[in-house]
């Protein structure tokens, strides 16, 4: 079965600062990677997907299939990037459902 | 567009009790899905509907049903509630395999 990992539940860094969120993933297929982010009272949104290879927000994530992991990454954290990231992936089986980690918080201090 | 919108938002339920959520799909969705998240854990598959069937099933009970009507909108019922049950439930739709959005949630309390 497909396991999507977030080895940190809080990640605390000054403004400016690099940020990685890392991620782990276990599937036996050829996976889809996504970021979701959720901001305090919002709802869960798309910050980025693996098959876009696109910066959104200054973040950026590449998939690493010999490691199996898709860690997001800031160069200088910003304090709007307060916020809880998940991690999640969808089996490339034609459904759309996604199989999320348990989230790491991001607190970026002044 | 209104995008994904649930209701009730918050509600109160006592243990046995049953409830229904409800799921507008944003404007164009033909898919959705049901997930529920425990407080401090990431979202968890329920189910997902599509065409008006259960097209796939995360690992719930059967406690869990749903419901999807032509018009694309949806329902997902608990019976006999469980304290366990308590927990943000979220809706996301999409059209076919495209970008997944979701609705703020519906916040369920078991008393």
């Known amino acids: 079965a497909q396991r999507v990992t977030q080895p940190e539940k809080l990640l605390s860094v000054f403004k400016g600062a690099p940020v990685e969120l890392k991620c782990n993933y276990s599937?036996?297929?050829?996976?889809?990677l996504f970021w979701y982010v959720q901001y305090s009272r919002q709802r869960l949104q798309l910050l980025l997907r693996?098959?876009s290879r696109e910066s959104i927000k200054g973040f950026t994530a590449d998939l690493n299939k010999g490691e199996t992991s898709f860690h997001l990454k800031k160069p200088f954290a910003q304090e709007e990037d307060s916020a809880m990231y998940y991690c999640?992936?969808?089996?490339?089986?034609?459904?759309?459902?996604?199989?999320f980690g348990k989230g790491t918080m991001l607190l970026v201090s002044p | 567009d209104a995008g994904v919108t649930q209701s009730p938002t918050h509600l109160i339920k006592t243990r046995g009790q049953q409830v229904t959520l409800r799921c507008s799909p944003k404007?164009?969705?033909?898919?959705v899905s049901w997930y529920q998240q425990a407080l401090g854990q990431g979202p968890q598959f329920i189910f997902q509907?599509?065409?008006?069937?259960?097209?796939q099933r995360g690992n719930f009970p059967d406690r869990f049903s749903g419901h999807q009507f032509p018009n694309y909108s949806s329902e997902l019922n608990v019976n006999a509630l469980l304290l366990g049950d308590s927990a943000l439930y979220l809706c996301?739709?999409?059209?076919?395999?495209?970008?997944?959005?979701f609705g703020e949630g519906s916040w369920l309390t078991v008393v």
């Open positions: 999640a992936l969808r089996m490339n089986s034609g459904y759309s459902t996604l199989t």
């Open positions: 693996h098959i």
């Open positions: 404007s164009g969705h033909d898919t």
């Open positions: 509907y599509y065409e008006e069937e259960e097209r």
């Open positions: 599937y036996s297929g050829s996976p889809e």
């Open positions: 996301a739709s999409s059209l076919a395999a495209n970008t997944i959005y």
